[in-house]
């Protein structure tokens, strides 16, 4: 099996923040396994919130080898020999499960959503996310963002309120709000509270992740649900916070991929959880692979191709705030 990658810059539309910090561009790097000319292509999007960069992606990568790996293996042969190479970057092994299910999907002629029985026709709509920002700017990026039926607010600022008004100023469509770790269990409270009377569906990551106990002391009196999103990196913390959440929010760059990601999702079935499926800033090949998934889901939050001006990929498309996948085999993406 014959392998490669590829660095690209993805350059934002505008400054993103959150209440950790802010990004203008966004690095990535892509990856390619290939067998008698057909490729697959993933995609690894890191975050200094799980301590992994490009940098430290490609010193890792540029001395792997991948001659253990045989052509006529299983998918999950394949996805056994490889993941582990990672070395425990899981945007590395979202890299290297994306590429070998695009390969997979196309030497047998399957798209990913058939191959995980999701039904193409049961679109989810997509939320649209404006970043903290200065009052005239977030009255613009809602303007902007006009054809989008949800919006997804980030919150964790000290003017968190002000936020919210200014976004009422201009819609009253609903939102859903991230706070990003941003508050503590008293401020959790009294913005909960407030947040419901402001057509808000849910409050994603309100409080630190290595605040559990807090968190399941906010939602016993939350009258809006609460979505774990840094308290749930893969399927083993599931049951550990299960108490403490009304859901959880899987992106494939923390939980190394589609296969955990599908594994997720079917371990919060059992434990009557929601399921949104979310995102960093990717190009469209990850933001493609996870919405394979989205008709098995609750929410989705996949706009992050969306945020950037120079996306080298087409996939899936966005109708009217629906997420319509590609066909095609695999992915189903193309370079523009």
């Given at each position: 099996m014959e392998f490669r990658y590829s660095t690209y810059r993805l350059e934002l539309k505008h400054t993103f923040t959150i209440a950790r910090g802010s990004e203008s561009v966004v690095d990535v790097v892509l990856v390619y396994f290939t067998i008698d000319g057909v490729t697959g292509v993933g995609e690894a999007a890191p975050s200094d919130r799980y301590h992994e960069d490009c940098l430290s992606i490609v010193e890792k990568i540029k001395i792997l080898?991948?001659?253990?790996?045989?052509?006529?293996?299983?998918?999950?042969?394949?996805?056994?020999?490889?993941?582990?190479?990672?070395?425990?970057?899981?945007?590395l092994e979202n890299a290297f499960d994306l590429a070998?299910?695009?390969?997979?999907?196309?030497l047998n002629s399957e798209s990913m959503a058939d191959h995980f029985g999701a039904d193409r026709k049961?679109?989810?709509?997509?939320?649209?996310?404006?970043?903290?920002?200065?009052k005239d700017k977030?009255?613009?990026?809602?303007?902007?963002?006009?054809?989008?039926?949800?919006?997804?607010?980030?919150?964790?600022?000290?003017?968190?309120?002000?936020i919210i008004n200014t976004i009422r100023d201009?819609?009253?469509?609903p939102v859903r709000v991230d706070a990003n770790e941003g508050w503590d269990l008293e401020q959790g409270k009294k913005m909960c509270d407030w947040l419901a009377e402001q057509n808000v569906e849910f409050v994603e990551q309100p409080l630190s992740a290595d605040s559990l106990d807090d968190t399941a002391k906010l939602r016993e009196v939350s009258p809006l649900e609460l979505i774990a999103d840094e308290n749930c990196i893969d399927s083993k913390n599931i049951p550990e916070i299960a108490h403490a959440f009304d859901g959880i929010n899987i992106k494939l760059m923390k939980c190394g991929g589609l296969r955990e990601a599908y594994r997720m999702i079917?371990?919060?079935?059992?434990?009557?959880m929601k399921i949104m499926l979310g995102c960093m800033v990717e190009t469209s090949v990850a933001i493609t692979a996870a919405a394979h998934l989205s008709p098995l889901v609750d929410y989705a939050d996949l706009d992050g191709n969306i945020l950037t001006i120079n996306d080298p990929f087409d996939g899936v498309k966005v109708e009217d705030g629906m997420l319509v996948l590609p066909d095609g085999a695999g992915l189903g993406i193309n370079l523009r």
């Open positions: 080898t991948f001659n253990d790996i045989t052509d006529s293996g299983t998918l999950d042969d394949w996805l056994d020999a490889a993941l582990p190479k990672a070395g425990g970057m899981r945007s070998l299910h695009d390969l997979y999907g196309k049961n679109g989810c709509m997509t939320s649209f996310t404006i970043g903290i920002d200065e977030i009255r613009a990026k809602v303007l902007e963002a006009e054809q989008y039926p949800l919006l997804k607010i980030k919150l964790g600022s000290d003017h968190d309120k002000e201009v819609t009253d469509k079917q371990m919060a079935r059992e434990r009557e």
